[in-house]
């Protein structure tokens, strides 16, 4: 049997952990490399409409599910299941969450690991234009990966172990307010070593010619990753909640949050990176080649503000990669009665093992292909982002919206508005369902087949 979760005693923990868990590597280093790669403006506006109408609602779904479910992910939606006379077989989607979570560890914690390495490095300095060949350098070798990413991983892990209240919560306090600290002192600082007028344009601006159904998909994608939706996170939260905390607004803080740190992110960039006359359209080797040139034609100053741009990266991490973690350990804990210490040991173990996987993705098997994708690091990444998150949040959106109708209350949601309660139903229901699978079929097929419909 399992057991209930424990909450948290103050309404600021799920508001800190749920913006802890949703800033991170996603926003700071995904989000401006793929507005970078999809031409700017047209991409941010696109995620930002797909944020409001289908991420914000499927992110409710997944926290209220949490919520009122009390428990793990896969707890939670059995518990609920019985209530609405469903199938326990929802439960599927609750594995499928933790399925995808343990593999986004593995290889989250190798790019984490990446982007602790490179603190270091652009704080010996480099010389102009050594910055590819350092990357080069830096992918081929196996141990020192290994070692970077260890670290990073024993640590998320130890904060885990340490429970929710004095791992999770303690550590949220701590690093949130660094993190958006640091984001503002990038934004600053880019205001006035770059060109801010520049950044502003390529963030915003947009040709018609830039739009393709590509476009669409890496803007949901982009936007339920970066909303840590589909993968139980947000139902472990959720489990935590005090009673008296409301789904709708703790949701609504964390979206705008979470979305304005990506906005930050790329405001800390595009002025940076076009002022210094470099394209940002460089692909997910942006922050690591693009940004480390950047640092590096800065000269001294570029040794101060490369590290803290790295450490503001490392931290948005650290507090994703703890919340990557907590979905299992919280299964294994409740379902399995393991001891925190227990669980977040064999999580991290396991982990451990994918992200050897991942590092050798990079270098002895990087040419080792699986079906269409180019090496076992991409086809974690492509199986969990592009293939598990989307599905999983297609099952939570249509288990809430057509097996929990009755369940939903307006008092959990502090959603008083019927009108309101019921286009949110209907969305849950109809609209991010079709959506979500359509631009699941397509992306696949694309991705696994090169078929390709526009
Ligand atoms: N949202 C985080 C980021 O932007 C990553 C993350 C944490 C995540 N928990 C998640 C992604 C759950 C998907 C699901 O880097």
Redesign the pocket.
Known sequence: MASQSSQWNNNTAFLLAATG???????IW?FPYKAGENGGGLFVLLYIFFVITLGFPVFMAEVFIGKKGKSNPVSSIETLAKKSKSSSKWSIVGYGGILA?LI?AGY?AVIAGFVINYGFISATGLEAGAAAAVYEAEKANFWEMTFWFSLFLFASGFVVANGIDKGIDKAMRFLLPMLFVLVIAMVGYGAVAGDFSSGLNYLFSWKAEDFSAGTIQAAIGQAF???????G?LMAFGSYMPSNQKVSKASAVVVTADTGVALLAGLAIFPLALGLGFSPNAGDTLVFVTMTEVFAQLGSVGQFVGPLFYFLLAVAAFS?MI??LEPSVAYLTQKHSMTRAKASTYVVAFCFLLSLISVAGHNVWSTVSIGALDNPFEAMKYFADDFL?LLVGTGMSIFVGWRLEKVVDADTMGINNKNLMSLWVFVLKVISPIFLMVIWTLGNLQILFDIRFF
Request: no cysteine; net charge neutral; glycine share 18%.
């Open positions: 868990s949703a800033v991170g590597l996603g926003n995904g979570s986004i989250y990753f970066s909303m840590s939706i589909g993968m996170t994703s919340s990557i998150l």
